[in-house]
């Protein structure tokens, strides 16, 4: 009962990068994640340990972590690793929503200040890995444009921020008024 009261009030949260001293919040919010969440999440089971160990190294390792948080918790987050090894600019993405919080939209909103952040920071391209099964993360990345393939039961998604409409049209209204901006300047 309780998650239906919490599922139908409206959300209050905010959506913005996590500060340094948000790490016991994010790691909090990792290990709140139900087994199939996380399952969704790493692709696979994890433990407390591992869950804490984890948002200690992608803080130290200087991981971007995009959270929707509310009061102060941090009820979901989106991460962004960068893939040095890959010849053009390539981050890994991944996502974390709380049970209660999701098909409420706070993954498509975090995916999009996610592909903002990762243009401000100059990649090219998005990948995304998740299991088979996962249809809420399979139909996120195909809402923004990622080519889709199977390999060994897990799902690869790639994409292309130099080409992708999806994350142009994001970036519009900021175009937009920094061409107002300099016309205004030049009269």
């Known amino acids: ?31 709140r ?10 692709n696979g ?3 407390g340990d591992f869950l804490r160990s984890y948002a200690e190294r992608s803080f130290r390792e200087g991981v971007t972590v995009i959270g929707y948080v509310e009061g102060n ?16 600019p390539t981050a890994e993405i991944a996502f974390s929503v709380e049970r209660q919080l999701q ?14 952040q ?15 099964n996962n249809a809420a993360m ?13 390999e060994y039961g897990e799902t690869n998604g790639v994409i292309d ?5 999806t994350a142009e049209l994001e970036w519009a209204p900021a175009k937009l008024a920094v061409s107002h901006a300099a016309r205004a300047i030049a009269a």
Do not use: C, W
């Open 103 to 116: 098909h409420r939209g706070i993954g498509g909103r975090l995916f999009q200040r996610l592909v903002a």
């Open 1 to 31: 009962m309780e998650q239906i009261k919490y599922a139908q009030r409206p959300l209050t949260g905010v959506i913005r990068q996590l500060r340094p001293s948000d790490l016991p919040r994010f790691a909090e919010h990792l290990l």
């Open 138 to 150: 399979k139909a996120l990345a195909r809402r923004f444009n990622a080519k889709l393939s199977f």
């Open 33 to 42: 994640l139900d087994a199939q969440s996380r399952r969704d999440r790493f």
């Open 161 to 165: 921020l130099e080409t992708d409409e």
């Open 118 to 132: 990762a243009r401000g920071l100059g990649y090219l391209r998005l990948q995304v890995t998740t299991h088979s």
């Open 45 to 47: 089971l994890t433990d």
């Open 73 to 88: 918790k941090v009820l979901a987050a989106a991460e962004l690793h960068e893939q040095a090894e890959e010849s053009a």
